[in-house]
């Protein structure tokens, strides 16, 4: 099953009028476009004008972010800071980035996300990283509560519902975690990664033939998806068809060496067909 996808990217925090209004919509534009360098020249002209507006050293931090630019962005974030202390998203800027440095700075995260929602409680999108990263570090409840103020202030989403789906999988509520992702999927079929949890909520209640086509709907849209590959490769190995699984599997392995699950499920297709070498 082929989607049409229609991704919505992620709206940058800022809304403030500027003097060079028209350097300041293009360079809305050149990001809307993924043509970050000159959108980081268009910004600059405009802060040439309002070195103190922090709003634009924040935007300014958030495309070099989007560029992985990590230096030049905890240094745009600072100079938001610097420039307005009570400004809110900068501080969500450096938590995410600071994740980017390394993933297990979480504390430091949390303490910069909080730190933000403190300054602006309308901030929800900091809200849904606390929530990433409480999951991200096993601790369920946590993430679920702020699951829930984030759902509280925010329409219903595709990403809200899987979200909480991957959290009630987590607590082992794996008819929860049905419901959650089915609701994610009426909210917006085009969303992939609602295809990928359904298939894998399948396959831990054992339904491993229905897991397929959401297995397969997700490599549709994401062709290199081992994870995608895996489930596959699992459902056609539970439903009898060992060929294919191998297959499968294989295809796995030759686009990521790095997957063990994948290995430990060719070593069980071998030991089924007496291959003990192999």
Request: charged content about 25%; cysteine-free; overall charge negative.
């Amino acid at each position: 099953i082929r989607l049409n996808a229609t991704f919505t990217p992620t709206m940058i925090y800022a809304a403030t009028p500027h003097n060079r209004s028209e350097a300041y919509s293009s360079a809305i534009k050149a990001i809307n476009r993924q043509e970050y360098a000159r959108a980081v020249e268009l910004l600059k002209q405009v802060l040439a004008e309002e070195p103190g507006s922090a709003d634009l050293h924040y935007m300014i931090g958030e495309v070099y972010r989007l560029q992985n630019n990590i230096k030049d962005a905890f240094t745009s974030y600072d100079a938001a800071i610097k420039a307005n202390p009570s400004y809110a998203p900068p501080y969500m800027g450096k938590a995410r980035v600071t994740l980017m440095y390394s993933a297990k700075q979480t504390e430091q995260a949390i303490t910069l996300l909080n730190k933000a929602l403190s300054l602006d409680p309308g901030l929800n999108e900091a809200r849904m990283d606390l929530v990433k990263i409480y999951i991200s570090t096993n601790k369920p409840d946590t993430a679920l509560t702020i699951l829930e103020e984030y759902l509280l202030n925010s329409p219903d989403t595709a990403e809200g519902e899987y979200t909480r789906a991957m959290i009630l999988m987590e607590k082992n509520d794996i008819e929860g975690a049905l419901a959650a992702v089915d609701k994610a999927r009426e909210l917006d079929k085009s969303y992939l990664p609602s295809y990928l949890l359904w298939s894998k909520i399948l396959q831990q209640m054992g339904r491993y033939e229905e897991s397929i086509v959401p297995a397969l709907t997700h490599l549709n849209g994401v062709p290199g998806s081992s994870e995608g590959g895996l489930l596959l490769a699992k459902a056609y190995y539970n439903t009898g068809d060992v060929p294919l699984a191998l297959s499968t599997i294989d295809k796995v392995i030759s686009a990521d060496k790095k997957v063990i699950d994948a290995y430990l499920l060719r070593g069980d297709i071998y030991m089924d067909l007496g291959d003990l070498i192999e």
